[in-house]
């Protein structure tokens, strides 16, 4: 066991996800019949497109963080959980010495999912299973039960293939990224946000308009440009920040920088996985008779779109806003302050409508991710402390974790015996939210095929 162990901590933590992705894409490449230069010239496109916004994102962060932490220490509030982001919680996560369990696990129930047609997604982002051994962690913690986990563990990836099956149309026609989905623990939390965002449908003004980046540039040109609009949020940052002239121009050009290079990242992405896409096409119509297949990657594949990066910089002091005035908040974000696990979310789920995004964004999802972090940060912290992550005494969360709704609701739900009905309920609705999400995009896309096909036939027609 031990040997196993020391391979996946090899393949995760030395080679990473830059590395580990793109190798089992040129294998997934090579298995569907490409050749093998064709394969290999696909996989390091892939790992070039993974660094890059990888880059992005980090150069990003880096810039809008300490703008951040200056915005907050000028309200005058004391925090006793410090904001991680994902990078710390995921090299905790990896330390749990039963980590690597989650591996054969997950493949085992996509492949069986697949086999028995519950899904046409194969989820081969593996490096994001440590979202799931996070949340084992969690719960062997509150109830001394890793069996408890591994179920609870089980029917996240359920739910996240499931997902991914739904999703697929919606992010072919926003990303244009044939054949792939994104079955991301961070998609979860669409289940929140999609009962509310119907009733916000109901609001002619919201839903008349398709209030997108596209919609913006008609209205107000060149303000709506990527590169502008990057530029006058980021000297907003700075003057909010109390940044002088100098560095509050030099914030501005950061932002311009970031959001003018995301979309490129996303053509290297459709430029590496087109080739694959049209491979497996193939492979799936010759040995199964034309069945469909998915390829689940990760959440970078599908951020190029504009209206993800307004949203998550418009959202920003709004954060940092309830972080001071939330009372059971004990957490300052930082490093998880460019919240994209919840504007990628918010993003599919109102279909880039940014007055609806941005509305669930600074109302509903805020204040919500910032409960669940502050609410998780016992047991992150002991493990922690147990690895010698951080000192004993000190506090550590994160301010973006993925699928907090989830991973509160079902990791604190036995706590109904002591009077605790919060995460029950939180439960109930998470999986009300979750039916009515897939049943609605089921329905939404194949009338959109059914009129389509009606449009062709009577096009054959009168010719």
């Not at 093998?36 to 790992?47: E, H, P, Q, V």
């Not at 590169?227 to 509050?248: E, K, N, Q, T």
């Not at 459709?270 to 193939?282: E, G, R, V």
């Not at 309920?425 to 009300?432: I, K, P, R, S």
């Amino acid at each position: 066991m031990e040997i196993i162990s020391s391979i996946f901590d090899f393949i995760l933590n030395d080679l990473g996800s830059n590395i580990f992705l793109p190798a089992l894409m040129m294998i997934l490449g090579l298995l569907v019949g490409m050749k093998f230069l064709k394969s290999f010239s696909s996989a390091i496109t892939f790992g070039v497109a993974l660094a890059g916004m990888s880059l992005v994102i980090g150069y990003m962060t880096g810039a809008i963080s300490p703008a951040a932490e200056a915005m907050t220490k000028s309200l005058g509030k004391t925090f006793n959980i410090v904001d991680g982001g994902w990078v710390t919680l995921a090299s905790i996560t990896w330390s749990w010495k039963y980590a690597f369990l989650l591996f054969p696990f997950q493949i085992g129930i996509n492949l069986i999912m697949f086999v028995t047609k519950r899904t046409k997604t194969i989820n081969v982002d593996l490096w994001n299973v440590w979202g799931k051994i996070f949340q084992c962690i969690v719960i062997k913690a509150i109830t001394g039960s890793m069996v408890i986990g591994f179920v609870v563990a089980g029917i996240r990836i359920v739910l996240e293939l499931i997902l991914g099956d739904a999703l697929q149309p919606r992010i072919l026609e926003k990303s244009g990224l044939p054949g792939v989905t994104c079955p991301h623990s961070l998609m979860l939390f669409g289940a929140v946000l999609y009962p509310l965002d119907m009733l916000l449908r109901k609001i002619p003004a919201l839903e008349k308009n398709q209030i997108d980046a596209a919609y913006l540039k008609d209205k107000i040109g060149v303000f709506a440009e990527n590169h502008v609009m990057g530029f006058i949020l980021g000297i907003l940052f700075g003057v909010i920040a109390r940044y002088d002239i100098p560095a509050s121009l030099m914030l501005g050009i950061t932002c311009a920088t970031a959001m003018t290079l995301l979309p490129m990242a996303t053509k290297i992405f459709m430029q590496a996985l087109a080739p694959i896409s049209d491979a497996c096409t193939t492979f799936m119509k010759k040995h199964s008779k034309g069945r469909e297949v998915l390829i689940g990657l990760d959440a970078p594949i599908i951020l190029g779109n504009a209206e993800i990066w307004v949203s998550c910089m418009i959202t920003i002091p709004f954060t940092l806003l309830w972080a001071v005035i939330l009372p059971w908040n004990s957490m300052l974000p930082f490093a998880g302050i460019v919240n994209l696990a919840l504007a990628l979310a918010a993003f599919y789920v109102c279909n880039g409508n940014i007055v609806r995004m941005l509305i669930l964004m600074i109302f509903v999802g805020s204040p919500i991710f910032l409960l669940c972090g502050t609410a998780l940060a016992p047991m992150i912290s002991d493990l922690a402390v147990q690895n010698g992550f951080i000192e004993a005494g000190t506090m550590v969360s994160n301010s973006a974790l993925d699928a907090p709704v989830f991973c509160y609701a079902f990791s604190f739900i036995f706590e109904i015996t002591k009077g605790n009905f919060l995460p029950m309920l939180a439960a109930v609705y998470f999986l009300f939210g979750y039916v009515v999400m897939v049943r609605d995009l089921k329905k939404i896309y194949r009338k959109k095929d059914e009129a389509e096909t009606a449009k062709v036939d009577a096009e054959s027609l009168k010719a």
